[in-house]
């Protein structure tokens, strides 16, 4: 079986583990702090604040700029439902937009339909490593007065106009999950320019603590490991490496796949460098749950992110939301899956799923 993503785990990575459980500072020490310094550097922020999940990482960004009871964040309809989900956890309501059919990223003109006198913040998801119209976004939040929150646990390295995603934001977020482009088992980041976020949110990681102690809020612990760091400043050093071998094994898949018509390759706008965290195909002839388990039985482990919008799970109808908000994201869940593009492919790899693609007609 080739597998849908596997983590790129050597030497390195595991030396670097060794040397936190000899040296006896297992918990939030000096290598969190390296990885918080090195991974703001990369990205272009001002400030990282390492954190146990991706989840909890959006979960702390949006109470650290006030987001809560009474406010509304619009989001997208087509993710994983981590970010709404952590909408909910501080109090406030998630509000969905719907996504442009070629990029599957929120469509700008859905969010300013959405826009009312208690919307506080945006918060757009880079889905499978591809930027949002941050332009628009942008200048949506600034006409508007609205806070810009990114989620960006599936863009490490991306760029949009020769910046790097997550850094156009009030706060952006990024998840080191055992499938994401940069692996600490478990972990997440925050990252902002805003003094008084990053204060905020070093209180609310650790139990509301100014200082050891000293509880100024009601909070938890949403630390980091010093051994989920050291995985992470390993990872790091790599990343532009492995998105290389990404972007490869995706340019091979587009030129391969262009040409059949019952799929649609991944759109890329020009002023975009996806880091490729997912190659996702449209199956345009009504067959997407066959093709799926053409390919699984084929030895070609393929996932559908997502199969439906966040809003038609089971728990958010419970709570009020409906079928039809999002029509464009209803559809695309029904047509999309994705297919290995990680670096763990070999070129045999890469020719067997092109071939059994193209054999799922005949």
Excluded at 45 to 60: D, N, Q
Excluded at 308 to 331: H, N, T
Aim: hydrophobic share 35%; glycine share 8%.
């Amino acid at each position: 079986m080739i597998p849908i993503s596997k983590p790129d785990i050597g030497e390195d990575e595991i030396r670097a583990v060794e040397d936190v459980l000899r040296s006896g500072f297992l918990v939030q020490h000096e290598k969190t702090k390296e990885f918080e310094d090195d991974f703001s550097s990369y990205i272009g922020t001002r400030y990282g604040i390492a954190t146990s999940s991706g989840t909890t990482a959006l979960m702390i960004a949006l109470e650290a700029l006030g987001i809560g009871k009474g406010d509304e964040v619009i989001t997208t309809a087509f993710t994983f439902q981590a970010t709404t989900n952590a909408i909910l956890y501080v109090g406030a309501k998630p509000v969905f937009a719907d996504i442009d059919p070629k990029t599957f990223n929120m469509d700008p003109d859905s969010v300013e339909k959405k826009i009312t006198e208690n919307t506080k913040a945006i918060m757009p998801v880079h889905l499978y490593g591809q930027t949002c119209d941050m332009k628009r976004l942008q200048e949506i939040c600034y006409d508007n007065g609205l806070l810009l929150v990114e989620d960006a646990a599936q863009a490490h390295g991306a760029e949009y106009d020769g910046k790097k995603a997550g850094s156009f934001g009030d706060a952006s977020c990024f998840s080191f999950y055992a499938t994401k482009n940069i692996v600490t088992a478990e972990g997440g980041m925050i990252l902002t320019n805003s003094e008084d976020a990053v204060s905020n949110a070093r209180k609310i990681r650790n139990h509301g603590q100014s200082e050891q102690y000293l509880q100024e809020l009601l909070s938890y612990n949403f630390r980091m490991t010093d051994i989920n760091a050291a995985l992470g400043l390993v990872q790091l050093r790599k990343l532009d490496f492995l998105n290389a071998k990404r972007a490869e094994n995706a340019k091979f898949f587009t030129k391969e796949l262009s040409d059949i018509d019952w799929l649609e390759t991944p759109f890329v706008p020009d002023n975009v460098i996806p880091s490729w965290h997912q190659y996702t195909l449209k199956i345009l002839n009504g067959r997407r749950d066959e093709f799926l388990q053409y390919m699984n039985d084929n030895g070609i482990g393929c996932r559908v992110y997502y199969p439906m919008p966040v809003y038609m799970q089971p728990f958010y109808q419970s709570i009020g939301f409906k079928e039809g908000l999002c029509p464009i994201a209803e559809r695309v869940s029904r047509e999309v899956v994705s297919i290995p593009v990680g670096p763990h492919l070999t070129e045999d790899d890469r020719e067997k799923i092109v071939e059994t693609i193209k054999g799922f007609e005949k």
